[in-house]
């Protein structure tokens, strides 16, 4: 299994433009989420999924989209990117319920300009 | 709000065991103590996780107090590759996850 993988691994938009965040697991994992983590912080939740059709808004979902067409995959769109979503953003899954354990990915170092 | 309390940072000497200290004096009775641990610039990395009882896996052991208001993660034999940020976590299934700013651990060599 190749587990969580993210791309790509570095981006550097600038300030209005829009792209897409992939995420995709071989886990067969239900739960998918994505996090971001700015400098010297712990990371909070911008939108999860807990299976194919279903999202919901974490804890900072203002400027990003997510769908969930199928269960392997999970993309996170940034419609019109600020410098204040320069972070690393973090895509994780979960297994299904009865084990919450959340494997995550690499990581995506954006910057916007 | 934080549901833990974890020093912000601390040092062990490389070949020895690592204590770290994790406070949760409003933990439920539902709620999980997990433990996952961030190096740098890599994505966090599942440790160990409990209720009530004492775990242990090959990565590191998991002692939680009596009225489970705190707990502590032993990283047995440290190496310079368990420098990292540890994250101690409470958590209900079915719930996300919260993480907060977590420990520095800085392994000596």
């Known amino acids: 299994n190749a587990g969580v993988t993210q791309t790509p691994k570095f981006q550097v938009l600038k300030t209005g433009q829009s792209m897409t965040l992939q995420c995709a697991q071989d886990?067969?994992?239900?739960?998918m989420s994505w996090y971001r983590q700015d400098p010297g912080m712990g990371l909070r939740l911008i939108h999860y999924s807990v299976g194919a059709g279903i999202t919901d808004q974490g804890e900072v979902p203002n400027g990003y989209n997510v769908s969930r067409s199928t269960t392997e995959d999970f993309p996170l769109r940034l419609l019109s990117a600020a410098p204040s979503q320069t972070s690393v953003y973090f895509c994780a899954s979960s297994p299904p319920r009865g084990s919450d354990t959340q494997y995550f990915g690499p990581g995506t170092r954006l910057t916007v300009l | 709000d934080a549901k833990t309390t974890q020093p912000t940072s601390m040092d062990c000497a490389e070949g020895r065991a690592a204590n770290l200290p994790c406070n949760h004096s409003?933990?439920?009775?539902?709620?999980?103590v997990y433990w996952y641990r961030q190096i740098h610039s890599q994505g966090p990395q599942y440790i160990i996780h409990g209720l009530k009882n004492n775990e242990t896996n090959e990565m590191a052991s998991l002692i939680i107090t009596e009225d489970r208001k705190s707990s502590t993660l032993i990283v047995p034999h440290a190496t310079l590759r368990d420098t990292a940020v540890y994250y101690c976590i409470l958590h209900n299934y079915g719930q996300n996850f919260v993480f907060g700013p977590g420990t520095r651990l800085s392994v000596l060599p």
């Open positions: 886990m067969n994992h239900e739960y």
């Open positions: 409003t933990i439920s009775g539902n709620e999980y």
